[in-house]
């Protein structure tokens, strides 16, 4: 199986690698449990002076949030190394949309974050709908949302997963979101920020300061993560603990650079 660098030893990538994304859920922790041996990985990148960056599209709660939880697993973790879809949509939106009057879809913590960032969600004639992970999402929302969109409000969604993966299945994520507006607009969103999309590259490649060329994403999803470095990019490292398994990705037609059973391997 001759797939790109998929021979390459851990020695090699860590050369070409300056900073290294981590996906959350299924390649950090699975539900509230740390998966075995992650801890160590990072500790081990971070020996070797590398930047650890905990990437997630799960815009549904905040940086403080996502602070608490990894640190109370173990992991050391500052604000600065989460960065989340409703991240990358607020940095976007300040540098693209800054005189925009949005509604936005998102449960309170976000939308206290978004409004940290000097974007409140607008009322009185919105011209633009920001679509997250709103897991307080509620009918009446939900036909706001619909009637701005089908009126020509721009759409702009953080990410397009369809689900969420959970201890005990999945619930629908922003994805399904969108093709329920869509049964009803007949639109889809006009621009989406996060995995696999470019915005979120070019917002983390600013953040870091590290080029994309010298940055690694591990992550456990083929369709986002995996996506995201191949077209971006990126160095990309599958990690089979969480969603995708060999055959998933034999059947993808997707080649990454490297493919790890956990984070725990990465061993330099
Ligand atoms: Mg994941």
Not at 66 to 91: C, F, H, Q, R
Not at 103 to 127: H, L, M, Q, R, W
Not at 245 to 261: A, D, F, Q, R
């Amino acid at each position: 199986m001759a797939r790109g660098w998929y021979n390459k030893t851990d020695m090699d990538l860590n050369k070409q690698i300056d900073c290294f994304l981590l996906d959350l859920d299924g390649t950090v922790y699975l539900g509230s449990k740390l998966i075995d041996g992650v801890k160590e990985g990072i500790e081990r990148m971070r020996n070797k002076n590398k930047r650890v960056i905990f990437l997630t599209n799960n815009s549904s709660t905040t940086k403080a949030h996502y602070v608490k939880k990894i640190s109370s697993l173990g992991i050391p973790v500052t604000m600065d190394d989460i960065y989340t879809s409703a991240n990358a949509t607020a940095d976007w939106i300040k540098e693209n949309r800054k005189d925009c009057k949005p509604y936005i879809v998102a449960t309170p913590e976000t939308e206290k974050e978004f409004e940290e960032n000097g974007i409140s969600s607008c009322n009185e004639n919105p011209d633009t709908v920001i679509l997250t992970f709103d897991k307080t999402l509620d009918y009446s929302k939900l036909v706001r949302c619909c009637d701005l969109i089908a009126r020509g409000a721009e759409y702009i969604a953080t990410h397009p997963d369809m689900v969420c993966p959970m201890e005990n299945g999945s619930i629908p994520d922003v994805g399904s979101f969108i093709n329920l507006i869509e049964g009803t607009t007949h639109r889809r969103p006009d621009v989406i920020c996060g995995k696999p999309y470019k915005i979120m590259a070019d917002c983390i490649s600013k953040k870091t300061g590290v080029p994309l060329g010298r940055t690694a994403m591990i992550g456990d999803r083929l369709s986002t993560d995996m996506k995201f470095a191949i077209d971006n990019g990126l160095v990309s490292v599958l990690t089979l603990s969480g969603e995708a398994n060999m055959t998933e990705y034999e059947k993808s037609g997707l080649t990454v650079n490297k493919i790890i059973n956990s984070v725990a391997e990465w061993d330099v």
